[in-house]
T-cell receptor, first 111, second 119 residues
């Protein structure tokens, strides 16, 4: 089965710096990945997704990188702001199947 | 677009009572909705997959008679926690899959969650 996990439970960055959140997955058949942001007491918010036929995708201030060789993906946040403080989850799925979530990384932005 | 709502946002009930939580997709149709449970500082745990017009599919270890799911329309799924006990206290989150949207078929949009406290 699928399992998706995160390397670091907590990441502290200075405001204005770039943040990199990492995620590893075990199912080589996974072909779709999503990053979610969850603020305290709220539901997860979609940030960005990527398919396995891509190795990079950019959004507004965010970039997701996918390395299928080592089954690793990362979320990069440029110029991190206090409002970026939250828990970030990666999730992966095979086509049409349910998402499997990682453990989550807490991002703390220091002003 | 892709907004999902939940009601109520929080509920406090006595042990032994039943609680119903509603999940609605506001601007899209969702043939598939999902119900998750989340404990503090933990990840989301999938409880069941709710399919419109058919029975829900429960994950291993989730009691279907305790967590009743109904998906009667393309925009509404309900989760009823029957005979709730203090150990059922948790944050319940639903999500809906926009099968007809421009995002991936697997993309799920989440509701704001419902915090349940059973006394």
């Amino acid at each position: 089965g699928e399992s998706v996990g995160l390397h670091l439970p907590t990441l502290s960055v200075q405001e204005g710096d770039n943040s990199i959140i990492n995620c590893a997955y075990s199912n080589s058949a996974s072909d779709y990945f999503i990053w979610y942001k969850q603020e305290s007491g709220k539901g997860p918010q979609f940030i960005i997704d990527i398919r396995s036929n891509m190795d990079k995708r950019q959004g507004q201030r965010v970039t997701v990188l996918l390395n299928k060789t080592v089954k690793h993906l990362s979320l990069q946040i440029a110029a991190t702001q206090p409002g970026d403080s939250a828990v970030y989850f990666c999730a992966g799925a095979e086509y049409g199947n349910k998402l499997v979530f990682g453990a989550g990384t807490i991002l703390r932005v220091k002003s | 677009g892709a907004v999902v709502s939940q009601h109520p946002s929080w509920v406090i009930c006595k042990s032994g009572t039943s609680v119903k939580i509603e999940c609605r997709s506001l601007d899209f149709q969702a043939t598939t909705m999902f119900w998750y449970r989340q404990f503090p500082k933990q990840s989301l745990m999938l409880m069941a997959t709710s399919n419109e017009g058919s029975k829900a599919t429960y994950e291993q270890g989730v009691e279907k008679d305790k967590f009743l799911i109904n998906h009667a329309s393309l925009t509404l799924s309900t989760l009823t926690v029957t005979s709730a006990h203090p150990e059922d206290s948790s944050f319940y989150i639903c999500s809906a899959r926009d099968n007809f949207g421009t995002s991936g078929q697997e993309t799920q949009y989440f509701g704001p969650g419902t915090r349940l406290l059973v006394l």
